[in-house]
């Protein structure tokens, strides 16, 4: 991003926070953690800006979880998404976003039946869907359709592959496994290692498969192999008491945050103190209902934000964010990021709203594939292959106080 643009942001971003000051926040959003949440009503956010006369006006829309078991990313995504909305038609730059997002409660089926409302409501561009499984069953219809689709978090290879319309704003499975074998071993954070994963999930799979792999090339010594599926996710004694009697120190967690809730408070049931690692889809922990966030001091996880960084495009984010919905977790930054990744290549492309969905997927595909780079409060400089891959840098994080720290 030039640094005229980025004044303008700021500037923005500034008058957006005055605008906030008298709205209020809701508190942050909660999920369950192996069943179902109820519907919440969705939070306050700043009134909508109206399109000025002459504005290029394109319809972007979301798919994700704001229900169920994985409500904490969806919710999260969404909000992000709508700061990044706010912001842009703030600008009046002469390009206005209206934006609309469904939810699909982290279900395949439900996420097709989201996009299609989305369709029937004017849809250009896809920022979505939130999770893998729901990805993995819209991408192909993205494809057929000739939309756009970048995706903010569904992070396996399967997403992106075969599909030249399918880009990602996160780190694909096999980089997460890579980087953090790197990682553990590159910081010495243990020497007996513990593999707790769901062979049941797309994400989990991909991600200890390209973990084992690395672990074995950097000399980290995995002593312990279990496994769950989604229908077991409740009981983890198995899993854990394999851990502790094979004396591992560390434990890798490549699962979302209900399960992990439950692993770090059956463990410390059973006066189990190891080291925690996770991943990206361990984000969000900290939010979950009913669970004692103490039991989380310490844990590590690889992600691409940092919420205490103190450049100012980050600062202004997370305060908006705060003051709306509560402490933003990697999946509102990776929302906030694709709304402006979008409307960047939207300006850089010359893209019309006038023009066919169609048209417009060609010429995003073209500038994705023709080193369009972006700076983002998830990574400076992205840029993305020909198979919609992301390139950027994880950042190691810690859980101190309640809060997460960069290591």
Known sequence: MNTKKLLALLMAAAMLLALLAGCGGSSAPSAATTEA????EAPEAAPAAEAAEGDMVFHIGGVGPLTGAAAIYGNAHNN???IAVDEINALNSGIHIEYKFEDDEHDA?????AYNALKDWGLQILVGPTTTKPALSVGPETNADRIFMLTPSASSVDVIDGKDNVYQLCFT???QGTASAQYISEQGL???IAVIYNNSDAYSTGIYNTFAEEAANVGLEIVSTTTFTDDSANDFSVQLNAAKDAGADLVFLPIYYGPASLILTQAAGMGYEPKFFGVDGMDGILTVEGFDTALAEGVMLLTPFNADADDARTQAFVSTYTERYGDPNQFAADGYDCIWAIYNAIQEAG???????EEICD???????GGFSYDG???????WSETGEVSKAPKGMVIQDGAYVGM
């Open 363 to 369: 010429k995003l595909i073209e500038l994705f594939n």
């Open 109 to 113: 089926e439900k996420s097709v039946n």
């Open 351 to 357: 893209i019309t709203p006038d023009m066919t969905n």
């Open 80 to 82: 992000g998404c709508q």
């Open 173 to 175: 499975d096999p980089n």
């Open 190 to 192: 243990g020497s007996k």
């Open 37 to 40: 949440a109820p519907a919440a």
């Open 377 to 383: 409060i998830t990574g400076e400089a992205m840029t």
